[in-house]
């Protein structure tokens, strides 16, 4: 790092990358991330070189770097840049990591985990966000996450276990099947609570108990399925 702490955050040339986006992905990282008290290199190197705007809807792309979440279809939304950066933060991942990402989504979060942990497995109960998520990766050429459709909420016995699980949809509380398929010392970050508001949460594992610690108060879309909300 050199002096100002912010050289060589971003890969060199991708061809799917102009300047304008560039230029608003390190304003973001900047107003947005480094002010709130996102440090972690990792996560900072991640959202410097994954454009947001190729995972939400063409007309929206001009506002792919506001401090918002956005409407993604139907009825989901990608998260605010700044609250997708502080759960992959409290997420503590490693480079040889295999993470599970609940409610895929749009396949942001996936692509930037994508950059930082070995292996990523997204889960979308949406079969044409999947399909789309699937899209945006494959142009960014990001090969180690898998997504696929079904009820996240079970989580992904076939691939188990993980050693983090983390999820952009609030459920009741933290569904039994993830806590089956976590590895002993394996996190999970996540919205606990009621449909209307929820309190983020990073869960640790030790033996048959499971640490909890409440962040801060936050608003996500339902995890609907089986141990989740009822659809
Ligand atoms: N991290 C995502 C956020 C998407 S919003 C992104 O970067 O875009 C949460 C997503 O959870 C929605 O797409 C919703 O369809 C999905 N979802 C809700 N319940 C689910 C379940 N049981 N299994 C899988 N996905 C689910």
Not at 73 to 92: C, F, K, N, R
Not at 141 to 164: H, Q
Request: charged content about 25%; proline content about 5%; overall charge negative.
């Amino acid at each position: 790092m050199d002096a100002d702490g912010e050289a060589k955050l971003f890969d060199d040339g991708d061809s799917f990358d102009s300047s304008w986006s560039l230029i608003a992905r390190n304003k973001m990282i900047n107003a947005q991330l480094r002010k709130r008290g996102i440090h972690d290199r990792r996560v900072l190197e991640a959202l410097a070189n994954v454009p947001r705007e190729l995972f939400i809807p063409a007309d929206l792309a001009g506002r792919a770097y506001e401090d918002c979440p956005l409407p993604i279809g139907y009825g989901q939304t990608i998260s605010q840049p700044y609250v997708v950066a502080l759960m992959l933060q409290l997420l503590e991942s490693g480079p040889e990591d295999r993470v599970l990402d609940v409610g895929s989504g749009s396949g942001y979060q996936s692509a930037l985990l994508g950059r930082m942990v070995k292996s990523v497995y997204g889960i979308e109960r949406i079969i044409a966000l999947a399909a789309s998520a699937r899209e945006a990766l494959a142009k960014l050429r990001i090969e180690n996450v898998t997504i696929r459709t079904g009820d996240g909420s079970l989580g992904w016995p076939a691939e188990a276990p993980f050693d983090y699980i983390i999820c952009g949809a609030g459920a009741p509380e933290v569904p039994q099947s993830w806590i089956d398929q976590l590895i002993d010392g394996g996190r999970i970050v996540m919205p606990v609570g009621q449909a209307a508001s929820q309190v983020l949460i990073v869960a640790e594992k030790h033996g048959s108990e499971m640490v909890r610690h409440e962040i801060c108060a936050v608003r996500f879309v339902k995890l609907l399925g089986e141990q989740g909300w009822a659809t």
